[in-house]
């Protein structure tokens, strides 16, 4: 990433912007930053949509080379609704390094 960390799964759409997932201190999965999980569905990067691991890795497996991407900025998250974290806060006691 730009700003010295890691990422996996990135997929580019739209020039410079990607999916990927959540930032990790190290090229290491072990690593992540729980800082960046606890972000997850907030504004905090530079216009990319950072998502859980799995999600990041499922469009990386399936959406191949011109997938018609759509984004727009609305109060309403469209027809398929904004996903979970699959646990709302990582606190320190449960910082493991993983993506959950």
């Known amino acids: 990433m730009v700003d010295g ?3 996996q799964f990135a997929t580019r759409f739209n020039g410079k ?3 990927h ?3 990790y201190s190290r090229q ?3 690593f992540m930053l729980t800082k960046e999980y606890n972000l997850l569905g907030d504004h905090a ?3 990319c949509v950072r998502l859980q691991t799995g999600d990041a890795k499922w469009i990386y497996d399936n959406c ?3 997938t ?3 984004v727009y900025e609305s109060e309403d998250p469209g027809p398929l ?13 449960l910082d493991n390094g993983w993506d959950p």
């Open 45 to 47: 990067s530079l216009g």
């Open 81 to 93: 609704g904004k996903p979970d974290k699959l646990v709302a806060e990582i606190t320190a006691e």
């Open 68 to 70: 018609r991407v759509t």
């Open 5 to 7: 960390t890691f990422g």
């Open 17 to 19: 912007i990607l999916f």
């Open 64 to 66: 191949p080379a011109k």
């Open 28 to 30: 290491n999965p072990a």
């Open 21 to 23: 997932s959540i930032c």
